[in-house]
């Protein structure tokens, strides 16, 4: 019993609750990605009868997206627990930052191109913006706490 009770007070220790928060909203985020992807977008860019090689370059990408956010949710969930894979904490916060970059690269692109429509642009992509500055800091914050742990 005492062995046991060992087991989970050292588990406790070594749990990385910064990188499993980050981990739960990218697996969230992963799937609400794919899902908002197939329901709303694509279901509107099939009415609009795309050419196939444009509807493919906007659909392969969106679905790479999803699937960058669930690994990156899995490798920070499993880093979390074990201490042996914290390093991928660091690989997924470049990984995060890139992205970010690209998106404001593209919101800063979208806007100048389409002027007429900037602020709309801009209040849609927001949330984005603030749920990737949440798990930019709770990555940088369980990076910070394997630093002290180890």
Do not use: C
């Not at 660091?90 to 990984?95: D, G, P, Q, T």
């Amino acid at each position: 019993m005492l062995g046991k009770i060992n087991s989970t007070v050292v588990m406790k220790a070594n749990l990385n609750e910064y990188a499993l928060t980050a981990g739960l909203m990218m697996l969230f985020m992963s799937i609400a990605h794919a899902v908002y992807g197939e329901t709303v977008v694509f279901s509107d860019l099939r009415f609009l009868n795309f050419d196939r090689a444009l509807f493919a370059t906007v659909y392969a990408p969106w679905h790479q997206m999803s699937f960058v956010l669930l690994i990156s949710s899995i490798g920070l969930i499993l880093s979390s627990f074990k201490v042996k894979l914290r390093s991928i904490q660091s690989f997924v916060l470049l990984v995060t930052l890139s992205n970010l970059l690209i998106f404001i690269i593209s919101i800063a692109n979208g806007t100048t191109i389409y002027e007429h429509s900037s602020q709309a642009l801009v209040f849609q992509a927001w949330p984005q913006f603030f749920f990737f500055i949440i798990l930019v800091l709770l990555i940088v914050l369980g990076i910070r706490k394997k630093e002290k742990t180890t």
